[in-house]
């Protein structure tokens, strides 16, 4: 978070629950709150409005803030021109897509800090991204925006409201999506792989050149052909491992703590953004257990397991249940990755001579380093294998496995001495969803019950606390600090989605038809918030139901396709529908589901691999379903469990039951499954469509079922 220049001044922030909005409230400008009040201010007093968008976890969000926002002299000049508004884009994810979207279409980029000049209602005619106080590096400075945006305000209104109108006419058109194509198949999900294929790197891994982002749709998408008897399966099973494995061996990843930053600006993953987010980190949990149950390769177990380390110790509330949002890649504007990076002295003090001799080429520590502002910062990121390593020091392989398992421990307690980068404690329901589902995965792949207990408990506390059938899904299910909101903030399509998937996850690992039933109310609260039943698919807001015209840009209908970065609302609604149907068996489940993958066929294959997501839920489409029920609780079964979790594939749900739970089964599978009461002991029974097969309780003879059927 920026730091605090005095508190003599307090603005209206001071109210607001965020952590980033709070962050601003001792600045000069008098900053308001987006909502009704802020519009009908500007309105009344005929003043643009300037709107800036960040988060918390955004460094050039609070550069922006302490070079313009605390510098009076700026700060008069936007509280005599215009109404100032600011925004948490975690909290309003709704307002961010919408004018990420207008600004992209002025500027050609977007990201944060997001400065968009808006007229009176909200209408956007001018904007861009981080401004510095004075002209520099080409870039105009803010003092000579400020003076420009609102003169042409007040002398070109006539130009400001049509280039508004074009922008609003502009993003409507363009978020809209429209492409309906009918009976999409394989050969669709084909073309998305082969799309992310071509633009595989097959030195470093990822996709594309620098900066490199996970795209851990695109992974999945991969790791689900690499497990098929397909064409391209070797070619997705290479991408997907050598992206893996590349990622936790650079600077992206936390070798200290575990846990991966948010992208890298190089193309071999060294240098991070250091922010690590919630979301980033439970989609790259997956793909690393989903690597593990296809290819049993040890290391992606161990990035899995750290993964889940860091996330315990940083990022969840032990007591309450619930996954926090984010850490600070700084903990000032005046350290840049200071707290991660290491000089090679800070290495030598940390550690003994036999630790050092082996960690510094490990982690490529030199007097050279990696950072630009500090030449002497290295990243730490394995530069060769450890047996080179051990061979090049003369030390046996073993006895230098324990000396970097040492050194790493040291240095990791070396770092906990420096000065913490905050952590954003909002508990956010979308992205506590996502953890969840990828901590149940965690937990039964790699037989981590701590991992599933608390996600359950996580699950618990969001269905008490930011869900009712009533008012539906809220964004926020609880703010850090200790603060709290008057104002509830609805939730979107993503929060009802991943929240209904969680739900579905808990009763396959559970068999509690509790979760089942939670999954079941709040996909059919999504449906009736959010389904077109016109146009087909799903906006990403709730259609209004009471007559008043949204504020701004929330007036424009969206139908979110594209994966950025969190999977797409649309393609993961289509997945819980499919998964629904296949438990309860209601053909307006499946029809719906259809009809939103039918709404983007015609266009789906120009995202490539920005629409991975989609892929998985097409895939999940076309191939059959096949559940696997394990039925008891002793070792039989866990054993019986495990064959069921070998090989991932997005067709494949493994359920747990105890013998008192087939009473109470969702209807589709109560009809499919056989009488089983007189079946002694534990076993499976394996489902594909309709049919079951007879109780297995052989672990071969299930796993070569397996391999026949998925």
């Known amino acids: 978070m920026s730091e605090q220049h005095g508190t003599e001044h307090w603005n209206s922030l001071s109210k607001a629950a965020s952590a980033y909005l709070r962050s601003a409230m001792h600045q000069p400008v008098e900053w308001q709150e987006w909502g009704p009040d802020a519009f009908e201010k500007a309105q009344s007093e005929d003043k643009p409005i300037l709107l800036d968008i960040g988060a918390v976890w955004c460094h050039w969000c609070h550069v922006m803030d302490r070079e313009s926002y ?355 404690k909002t508990v956010y329901t979308g992205w506590n969803a996502m953890l969840i589902s990828a901590y149940l995965e965690a937990g039964r792949v790699l037989d981590l019950p701590e991992a599933k207990a608390f996600a359950l408990k996580t699950l618990d506390r969001i269905l008490a606390e930011a869900w009712s059938p009533t008012t539906g899904v809220a964004h926020v299910v609880a703010y850090g600090e200790g603060t709290t909101s008057t104002a509830r903030v609805s939730g979107v399509l993503e929060d009802y989605v991943f929240f209904a998937i969680a739900a579905l996850d808990a009763w396959d690992s559970t068999g509690d038809l509790r979760y089942y039933t939670a999954a079941e109310s709040i996909a059919d609260s999504a449906i009736q918030r959010f389904y077109d039943r016109t146009g087909g698919a799903f906006f990403d807001t709730e259609v209004s139901t009471n007559g008043q015209r949204p504020l701004g840009a929330l007036a424009t209908r969206r139908k979110p396709l594209q994966d950025s970065p969190t999977p797409a609302g649309n393609s993961v609604a289509a997945t819980l529908l499919l998964r629904l149907h296949a438990l309860n068996g209601r053909t307006e489940y499946a029809d719906m589901a259809t009809d939103t993958l039918e709404a983007f066929a015609g266009i789906v294959e120009h995202f490539g691999l920005y629409a991975a997501s989609y892929g998985l839920a097409l895939q999940r489409m076309v191939t059959p379903p096949v559940q696997v029920c394990i039925i008891g609780d002793d070792p039989t079964a866990r054993h019986l469990e495990a064959i069921a979790l070998a090989r991932y594939a997005v067709n494949k749900s493994v359920i747990r039951l105890t013998r008192e739970q087939l009473q109470a089964l969702p209807p589709a599978l109560a009809e499919t499954l056989p009488f089983l009461p007189t079946v002694e002991g534990s076993f499976a029974v394996l489902c594909s469509g309709n049919t079951c097969q007879p109780p297995i309780t052989d672990p071969e003879q299930l796993m070569e079922l397996l391999n026949k059927s998925v």
């Not at 021109?81 to 977007?110: H, L, M, N, W």
């Not at 106080?133 to 400020?146: E, K, N």
């Not at 799309?195 to 490199?212: M, N, Y």
């Not at 600006?265 to 919630?278: G, L, N, Q, T």
């Open 70 to 424: 605390e510098n009076a002299e700026i700060a008069e000049i936007i509280n005599k021109f215009y109404i100032p508004v600011k925004v948490d884009r975690d909290e309003r994810p709704d307002v961010d897509t919408r004018y990420q979207s207008a600004i992209s279409s002025i500027s050609g980029q977007g990201g944060w800090p997001l400065t968009a000049f808006l007229t009176p209602e909200g209408l956007p005619y001018f904007g861009g991204t981080y401004f510095p106080p004075d002209d520099r590096h080409g870039r105009p400075g803010f003092r000579r925006v400020l003076f420009t945006m609102a003169e042409a305000f007040q002398k070109k209104r006539n130009e400001v409201n049509e280039s508004a109108t074009g922008v609003m006419s502009t993003i409507e058109h363009n978020e809209t999506f429209s492409g309906r194509a009918g009976n999409p198949g394989s050969e669709l999900v084909t073309k998305l792989v082969d799309s992310a294929l071509q633009q595989f790197d097959p030195r470093h891994g990822g996709f594309g050149s620098q900066p490199k982002f996970p795209h851990c749709g695109a992974i999945d998408l991969l790791l689900d052909v690499a497990s098929r008897p397909v064409a391209n399966n070797e070619a997705a099973k290479r991408a997907a491992l050598i992206t893996l494995e590349q990622m936790s061996r650079g600077g992206i990843y936390d070798h200290l703590a575990g846990g991966f930053h948010r992208y890298s600006v190089d193309e071999r993953w060294i240098v991070p953004h250091f922010e690590k987010m919630a979301y980033d980190n439970s989609e790259l949990l997956k793909n690393y257990v989903h690597a593990f149950q296809t290819f049993a390769e040890p290391e992606t177990a161990r990035v899995a397991r750290e993964i889940v380390r860091w996330i315990d110790e940083w990022l969840s509330d032990r007591e309450h249940g619930g996954f926090y949002a984010s850490q600070d890649a700084d903990f000032s504007l005046d350290d840049d990755g200071d707290y991660f990076t290491w000089t090679l002295a800070e290495a030598t003090a940390a550690l003994t001579p036999e630790e050092l001799a082996i960690a510094a080429p490990f982690y490529d520590i030199g007097e050279v380093g990696d950072m630009h502002h500090d030449p002497a910062k290295n990243v730490l990121h394995v530069n060769q294998p450890l047996t080179a390593v051990a061979k090049s020091a003369a030390v046996d392989p073993e006895a230098a496995k324990a000396l970097l398992i040492s050194a790493r421990r040291k240095l990791y307690a070396a770092r906990l001495t420096r000065q913490t980068p905050y952590v954003d």
